[in-house]
């Protein structure tokens, strides 16, 4: 493999993909680098948890697997944050499943229904060339974040014009008789009666 060599990869994955996580480590293994993962490279005994802080920061590149298992795990959950928050990461897709929005704009390696052989040569392809996602810019991650803020004041400012906050909120009565719920009814879009918002 060209690149790199001897890069050090956790593999994140959930248990029901363990399948994929030991061919992964295989092939990571046969090109010169560092498979790191759970079955084989957790001690007996060790706390897990701290284990695994210090392996995610010892590794150069986090290769979580996604599946339709990865992301209802509170563990997957845990390390493909870690993976995110230090900008080193290569996704490998393994099967078609529901991504988070905040991970579908980063670059992975799609395995799902490929040949043995494509997975092989695609898994080694993203691992070899940067544009593959070994590197989150940070830029992106904050303009996430900005067009996120900026969508939240344009409802919120939305909101106020429309009187939604504030305590004498007109709404038409539901059942037709013509009485609206008037001030203090209690009937309030978002908060308690009194016009909060919380």
């Not at 399948?19 to 090109?31: C, L, T």
């Not at 043995?116 to 695609?122: E, F, G, I, Q, S």
């Not at 059942?175 to 009194?194: V, W």
Request: charged share 20%; net charge neutral; hydrophobic share 40%.
């Amino acid at each position: 493999m060209s690149g790199p060599a001897g890069i050090r990869i956790f593999i994140s994955y959930n248990k029901a993909d363990l399948g994929w996580a030991r061919w992964i480590a295989e092939v990571i293994k046969e090109s010169g680098n560092t498979a790191v993962f759970q079955e084989l490279d957790s001690p007996p005994g060790e706390n897990f948890p701290l284990w695994i802080s210090r392996e995610l920061d010892r590794a150069d590149i986090v290769l979580p697997i996604f599946s339709r298992h990865y992301f209802v795990s509170p563990w997957c959950t845990t390390e493909w944050t870690s993976a995110l928050n230090r900008r080193r990461m290569v996704p490998v897709q393994v099967e078609p499943c529901d991504i988070p929005i905040i991970l579908r704009s980063i670059t992975r390696v799609n395995l799902a229904g490929k040949s043995k052989t494509a997975c092989r040569d695609l898994l080694l392809r993203g691992l070899r060339d940067p544009a593959a996602g070994t590197e989150i810019p940070a830029t992106h991650v904050d303009q996430l974040a900005q067009r996120m803020l900026g969508r939240w004041k344009r409802v919120a400012i939305g909101a106020a014009i429309l009187g939604i906050f504030t305590s004498g909120v007109f709404i038409p009565d539901p059942g037709g008789n013509g009485q609206d719920g008037g001030e203090g009814a209690g009937n309030d879009l978002i908060g308690g009666g009194d016009g909060s918002f919380f």
